[in-house]
């Protein structure tokens, strides 16, 4: 088709096992489409689900996204229409609305409101955490409600800062609790409110040379028998610098600070803050290749991300990165 219009589609397949204390499965396939040009997209996916080789339910999705319902100079309005069919039988639509509001070249305003609908998976929430023990029957799909307001200003060629504010009320939300075995177990949540806080900046001491920060205040509040949502830090700031030099080098390092985090929904438990150092090294060696080298923890921090759980100790890694 033309240069400014792309249709694709696709096959996938997926499977999940897992035995800890726990033993259980997960498949999905199915079958995705695509269509877009510069201002709008259409996605739909379909496939078929199967939780410990149990009986199959069949989920869909379809979404229609305009970037450009409305612009003008200043201002622009897009939306997606989204639809979900879960388990075979629920049809749910998930609407939202993004808008953006220019009224100075150096200030940017945006909201975003809407409902989304995701389902948990071995694959996606259990999988690569080996603090969490798979659930026995397969979750429903977790509803959400969300507003995000955030705003954008370049102060100088040199400093610019953002700032944003997101609400989520979630249905059927899922946390993980400690359990006599050791390991933490899936919960769910009737429902629970989220609030977000984020701020970050960017100064640049010189063309090459950056200092950035952001701080991030999380607060959760759940309904029904629950009093708190385990394992949300209550504060993160990460604080670091990167430099470009030689052409295609950069070095990065990076101090992040995590709160304090409740261990139970309904305990006063803290696991303490702890801080890592993280040391990162790219060459470029063209716009889709690269090699890097990384330093995680580097100065051995001992700490616990979960209740009874070690964090990671200093790790080295080195990769090469490919774009396509």
Same mark, same amino acid.
């Given at each position: ?42 996605? *739909?996916?379909?496939? /078929?689900? +199967?939780? $410990? ?6 989920? =869909? #999705?379809?979404? &229609? ?26 049809v ?61 200003? *370049?102060?100088?060629? /040199?400093? +610019?800062? $953002? ?6 009320? =979630? #249905?059927?939300? &899922? ?44 607060y ?22 990167s ?18 985090k ?26 889709y290749?690269?090699?890097?080298a ?5 100065a ?25």
């Open positions: 088709m033309d240069g400014k219009t792309e249709l694709t589609a696709g096959v996938f397949y997926e499977y999940t096992q897992i035995n800890r204390v726990n033993e259980a499965s997960e498949r999905l396939y199915g079958v995705s489409f695509g269509f877009a040009t510069d201002r709008t997209t259409v996605s *739909v996916r379909g496939w /078929m689900y +199967e939780f $410990s080789e149990g009986d199959e339910d069949v989920f =869909a #999705s379809a979404s &229609v996204r305009e970037d450009e319902i409305i612009r003008t100079s200043e201002f622009t309005l897009g939306g997606v229409f989204g639809l979900d069919l879960v388990d075979g039988s629920r749910i639509l998930s609407p939202r609305v993004v808008a953006a509001w220019r009224p100075k070249d150096w200030f940017k305003l945006n909201a975003e409101l809407g409902f989304d609908n995701w389902l948990p998976s071995l694959s996606h929430e259990i999988l690569l955490m080996p603090e969490f023990d798979p659930y026995l029957e397969s979750p429903g799909s977790v509803r959400e409600k969300f507003v995000t307001i955030s705003g954008q200003a *370049v102060l100088s060629r /040199m400093f +610019e800062v $953002s700032v944003s504010l997101d609400y989520r009320n =979630a #249905s059927d939300m &899922v946390y993980f609790e400690d359990s006599a075995d050791g390991y933490l177990d899936m919960m769910t949540m009737e429902y629970c409110e989220f609030f977000t806080f984020e701020m970050d900046a960017s100064f640049w001491l010189t063309g090459s040379l950056k200092l950035f920060a952001t701080h991030t205040l999380s959760a509040y759940p309904g029904g028998d629950h009093e708190r949502y385990p394992y949300l830090p209550r504060s993160q700031t990460t604080l670091g610098t430099l470009d030099f030689l052409s295609n080098w950069t070095l990065s390092v990076e101090l992040e600070m995590v709160g304090e409740y261990t139970g929904s309904n305990s006063g438990d803290t696991i303490a803050p702890y801080e890592t150092l993280t040391v990162l090294l790219e060459y470029n060696i063209e716009d290749v690269k090699v890097y990384r330093a995680s923890n580097l051995n921090e001992s700490y616990e991300d979960y209740k009874g759980w070690r964090g990671y100790e200093k790790m080295f890694y080195f990769g090469i990165e490919i774009t396509f």
